[in-house]
């Protein structure tokens, strides 16, 4: 009844009639399967082919300059919901809505043409994502003015601050954060639709992006930021460091010396601090880690890193004044079983002898063949010992008598650091005497490798003698720390010493084919690892509740100074005061001769 009364209204009406028609003619297209088209597209509409409901990003026109100052050419004016891609898509979702209403009302498209775009609708929103090669023209400098190279901070490990993981890793250029991959699902893409943070650089190929669009930038205005990457200096200018005085100034126009700067005591790794800047300071070695190229897959991490870290202390043009050991300390970490780590504090000599060891193995070097790598060149040397067996016996009186061995033993072996003992604290001092304090020059324990004095060794008496050549630096450890079962006990002994010219000829055994015979060999220090013992109680007792402060000093050649440097503080020093401190370890380097001078004279390095 209802139907014939609104069919009857209809034939009356003739409004309603259209309405009535229009519905019916949809709901049969509607049920309709679908069907192929009988001829080809072009053939039956002289019209371009509709738009698919897809947003397709790039073919957006770019916008047109406007007077209001909402928008720009250079693309500084944008607001930030442009920036944050919510302009984008709420362009694409009007453009996806007005051909979709324009092809269900006209009447020239055919019903298989709209049950294909129908399907488009089920297919992933990522496959019909557009990245872009090369920016939009009039755009090469897009979105370059939002990056702040104050917050940026290569020094730490190339980890993504979400998934954790070191591969393809990319550096956001205004927040400094890293972010693993450039892709459209990537946490960095993410983080640039989420936050509006488009510039990221490639820490591996150090390559700059623009995302989300994915085009690479190649604007001379980022060299400083990719310099600063991976510092490498050409073989002029390293060869040049020990010779010409250069400053520098960082971003914030604080002036600083390349290659004395402060590194960064992150939690407890101020005794790694110390052996890192001691041998960032040994020519050789430095020049070798700065221009070797060890980026290779080949390479091993703890020598790349090392090699970064000693370029970012000598690089000059930094962004900061200071540098941060955090990767390489991550790398030792893994590979002494988190034996040396930024969390305890270690003894530095213990660090330097497994570095040293490490290091030479990193590089290819031979654990039996001597002079196989960079480190046995620079700090190899060989040693004769002479053994003789003590024995102990009851003779008739029933007393003990100690008797020595006829036969003794000669061995050779090979050397990379030199211990020498300090003579025992006094234990007690009269009234007057209370508040000087021990001091015994370097050339009395240096006698310890004379070949003539003997050391005692459980039941064993030992002579030291060193063998030609010597090598070109010499490490000496004062060993100041002993411990027994039930305390560990520290040496305050101050050890005196010149600063140049330290004849080793004494200490030496003679061979008239190495060196003439009564001819001096000198010596000049480069660097000293000075400790500091300090109380954290005021009513503590000496030896009790101590924090052990290290800091090293340095020469620097250019201008003929000593600097010395404490984690993030780095001061000048008088060279006549550089041995009131206590020396726990020394870095000698070898003079080199002059033969064009006669005999005995050694030429003086700069």
């Known amino acids: 009844m209802i139907r ?160 954790l993981s070191n591969i393809n890793v990319y550096a956001c250029l205004i927040c400094g954060k890293y972010y693993q991959g450039r892709g459209p699902k990537s946490h960095a893409y993410f983080h640039a639709l989420e936050i509006g943070h488009h510039v990221y650089v490639n820490m591996q190929t150090k390559k700059v992006y623009v995302l989300p669009e994915g085009y690479e930038v190649k604007s001379k205005s980022l060299d400083d930021i990719k310099f600063v990457v991976d510092p490498k200096l050409p073989k002029e200018e390293v060869i040049m460091l020990d010779k010409v005085a250069k400053d520098a100034w960082d971003l914030s126009g604080k002036k600083y010396r390349p290659g004395f700067v402060g590194m960064n005591n992150i939690k407890e790794n101020d005794y790694f601090n110390v052996i890192i800047q001691a041998l960032a300071h040994i020519p050789p070695l430095r020049n070798f880690f700065m221009l070797e190229d060890l980026s290779s897959a080949a390479s091993s991490e703890l020598a790349t890193r090392f090699s970064v870290l000693v370029r970012k202390i000598w690089n000059t043009r930094a962004f900061k004044t200071h540098v941060s050991p955090h990767e390489l300390i991550q790398q030792v970490s893994r590979q002494s079983n988190k034996r040396f780590d930024l969390l305890h504090q270690s003894d530095p000599v213990d660090f330097l002898s497994w570095f040293l060891n490490n290091m030479h193995l990193a590089l290819g070097g031979s654990k039996t063949k001597p002079g196989t790598s960079i480190i046995h060149r620079v700090f190899q040397g060989k040693l004769k010992m002479e053994s003789q067996r003590i024995t102990a016996k009851a003779d008739a009186g029933d007393r003990l008598r100690f008797e020595e061995a006829a036969e003794v033993i000669v061995e050779t072996t090979r050397y990379l650091m030199l211990t020498l003992d300090l003579p025992a604290a006094p234990l007690f001092q009269d ?28 039941s064993m008496r030992k002579r030291y003698r060193l063998l030609h050549p010597l090598p070109p630096f010499l490490l000496f450890h004062i060993k100041r720390f002993s411990k027994n079962k039930f305390v560990a006990e520290r040496n305050p002994t101050i050890v005196t010493f010149p600063v140049r010219s330290l004849d080793m000829a ?53 201008r003929d100074e000593w600097l010395q440097v404490q984690d993030l503080f780095v001061e000048r020093v008088a060279t006549e005061t550089l041995f009131t401190k206590e020396s726990y370890l020394m870095v000698w380097e070898r003079r080199r001769e002059d033969k064009g001078k006669g005999k005995g004279k050694g030429k003086e390095r700069s």
């Open 4 to 163: 014939d009364r609104v069919s009857n209204d209809s034939r009356t009406d003739p409004k309603l009639f259209t309405i009535l028609s229009r519905t019916t003619s949809t709901s049969k297209q509607l049920t309709m399967g679908k069907r192929q088209a009988g001829e080809p597209l072009g053939d039956v509409v002289a019209a371009d082919s509709p738009i698919s409901k897809k947003a397709r990003l790039a073919d957006f026109p770019a916008p047109e300059p406007q007077r209001n100052g909402h928008s720009q050419i250079n693309g500084h004016g944008l607001n930030n919901d442009a920036r944050n891609g919510n302009g984008i898509s709420q362009t694409a979702h009007q453009q996806e809505q007005e051909p979709e209403e324009e092809a269900a009302q006209s009447p020239q498209f055919p019903e298989s043409l709209q049950a294909e775009d129908g399907e488009d609708d089920e297919q992933s929103a990522y496959s019909t994502i557009s990245r872009q090669t090369a920016p939009t023209e009039g755009y090469s400098d897009l979105y370059l003015d939002t990056i702040n190279r104050s917050v940026l901070d290569f020094d730490f490990e190339k980890l993504c601050s979400v998934s």
């Open 506 to 558: 004494p200490y030496v055994e003679p061979n008239p084919a190495a060196h003439p015979v009564g001819e001096p060999i000198w010596y000049d220090l480069v660097a000293n690892v000075t400790h500091e013992a300090v109380r954290t109680r005021d009513d503590s007792v000496e030896g009790e509740a101590e924090r052990k402060v290290w800091r090293v000093q340095m020469r620097d050649r250019a």
């Open 431 to 458: 009234e007057l005497d209370r508040n000087i304090i021990p001091q015994v020059p370097l050339t009395s324990i240096l006698s310890k490798y004379d070949g003539v004095k003997a050391q005692e060794h459980l």
